[in-house]
């Protein structure tokens, strides 16, 4: 299977999949929306549970400077590294084998414009997830965005100090939580 890069200088060029039926892409449709809500030009971009990079390479072809993703799955780090090198993008990202909430040991010192999050759905990890930002707020800039993905369904009571719920969006049976840093 591939994915069709949605827009920019990269728009309609296929990427290849993770070869995991467990792997869930982000919706052509969602992704187009996301590049029409944030302008990625020039931002620094960390994208977890990244599977093939789809985001990734979606936020670099509309602009953006680099990206890092992080993934616990080898086959999805094998996906990301192939497709950064059939786009020619290799020095644009970095790739961490990890899983989140082990990551920030090698994201320390880094700061991003913009972070976003598509764990499985239904399976707590958007509290889990939205606990380990909150607390490791310093990865994203005063003024940057975290944005999530997930089931509308799946349901999370947490609520962050140190960055702000602005907006949920309605995307189908998904919803796009978009936080803001202060």
Same mark, same amino acid.
């Given at each position: 299977?591939?994915?069709?890069?949605?827009?920019?200088?990269?728009?309609?060029?296929?990427?290849?999949?993770?070869?995991?039926?467990?792997?869930?892409?982000?919706?052509?449709?969602?992704?187009?929306?996301?590049? $029409? /809500?944030?302008?990625? &030009? #020039?931002?620094? =971009?960390?994208?977890? +549970? @990244?599977?093939?990079?789809?985001?990734?390479?979606? *936020?670099?072809?509309?602009?953006?400077?680099?990206?890092?993703?992080?993934?616990?799955?080898?086959?999805?780090?094998?996906?990301?590294?192939?497709?950064?090198?059939?786009?020619?993008?290799?020095?644009?990202?970095?790739?961490?084998?990890?899983?989140?909430?082990? $990551? /920030?040991?090698?994201? &320390? #010192?880094?700061? =991003?414009?913009?972070? +976003? @999050?598509?764990?499985?759905?239904?399976?707590?990890? *958007?509290?889990?997830?939205?606990?380990?930002?909150?607390?490791?707020?310093?990865?994203?800039?005063?003024?940057?965005?975290?944005?999530?993905?997930?089931?509308?369904?799946?349901?999370?009571?947490?609520?962050?100090?140190?960055?702000?719920?602005?907006?949920?969006?309605?995307?189908?049976?998904?919803?796009?939580?978009?936080?803001?840093?202060?």
């Amino acid at each position: 299977m591939a994915l069709k890069i949605e827009s920019g200088k990269f728009k309609n060029i296929n990427i290849d999949t993770v070869d995991d039926p467990r792997t869930r892409y982000t919706p052509a449709t969602l992704r187009r929306a996301l590049m $029409s /809500i944030f302008d990625f &030009s #020039g931002a620094n =971009f960390l994208e977890f +549970f @990244a599977g093939s990079g789809i985001m990734s390479f979606e *936020v670099i072809s509309n602009g953006a400077k680099s990206s890092t993703m992080v993934d616990i799955s080898s086959k999805a780090v094998r996906s990301i590294l192939k497709n950064a090198k059939s786009l020619g993008i290799l020095d644009n990202i970095k790739v961490i084998k990890s899983d989140f909430r082990k $990551s /920030i040991t090698k994201l &320390s #010192g880094e700061q =991003f414009d913009y972070i +976003f @999050a598509d764990p499985p759905f239904n399976n707590r990890y *958007v509290q889990e997830f939205l606990k380990f930002i909150d607390s490791n707020a310093f990865l994203i800039r005063n003024g940057g965005y975290i944005i999530i993905e997930k089931y509308k369904d799946e349901k999370s009571d947490y609520m962050p100090k140190n960055i702000i719920i602005e907006e949920v969006r309605d995307y189908g049976d998904i919803e796009i939580l978009i936080c803001f840093k202060p």
